[in-house]
């Protein structure tokens, strides 16, 4: 008798989860229903940033594979971005100029790589750290798979 007493509380209940798991499974599914995975975000490497003007590079190998959006990231104090160059690995280059001051914690809007996939050579990295702390940055390289 309890049973039934508790399958109005039961009913309602299911009502609440079952958009939260169709909706879960509707962002890992593609048109054609293959379960795919949503594109994650992997740190391709980081550096640490002088008071000064600084050039800097992180090396990205062929290894690593194919990325179709890059982001950048300042921790442990702001760090004044100039720009970034991007060297691909079929010998081509891009240059994106920046001209902003990223704050502890902050991300940098994405930088979709034309091509959709591409391949990584490096990151070469212009930039300078000024903060009344006098603490150095540090700057985190992050790339999503496609």
């Known amino acids: 008798m309890k049973f039934f007493s508790l399958l109005p509380t039961l009913a309602i209940s299911l009502l609440f989860l079952l958009p939260l798991q169709s909706a879960e499974a509707h ?3 593609t048109g054609d229903g ?39 990231k300042a921790e442990l104090a702001p760090i004044n ?3 970034i160059v991007i060297h691909y690995g079929n010998g081509q280059t ?8 990223l704050r502890v914690g ?7 790589l034309p091509g959709n996939r591409r391949v990584i050579q490096k990151v070469v990295f212009i930039y300078d750290t000024r903060n ?15």
Do not use: C, M, Y
């Not at 994106?96 to 001051?101: E, K």
């Not at 902050?106 to 979709?112: E, Q, Y």
């Not at 009344?132 to 496609?146: H, K, N």
């Open 106 to 112: 902050a991300v940098t809007p994405n930088f979709d």
């Open 34 to 72: 293959i379960n795919v995975p949503p594109p994650r975000w992997e740190k391709l490497g980081q550096r640490r940033v002088n008071f000064r003007l600084d050039r800097d590079e992180i090396i990205v190998t062929a290894r690593e594979g194919t990325f179709t959006s890059l982001r950048l």
């Open 94 to 101: 891009e240059t994106v100029q920046v001209n902003r001051t």
């Open 27 to 29: 962002r890992s599914i």
């Open 132 to 146: 009344r702390a006098a603490r150095q940055g540090r700057l985190e390289l992050w790339g999503r798979r496609g």
């Open 81 to 83: 971005l100039h720009r």
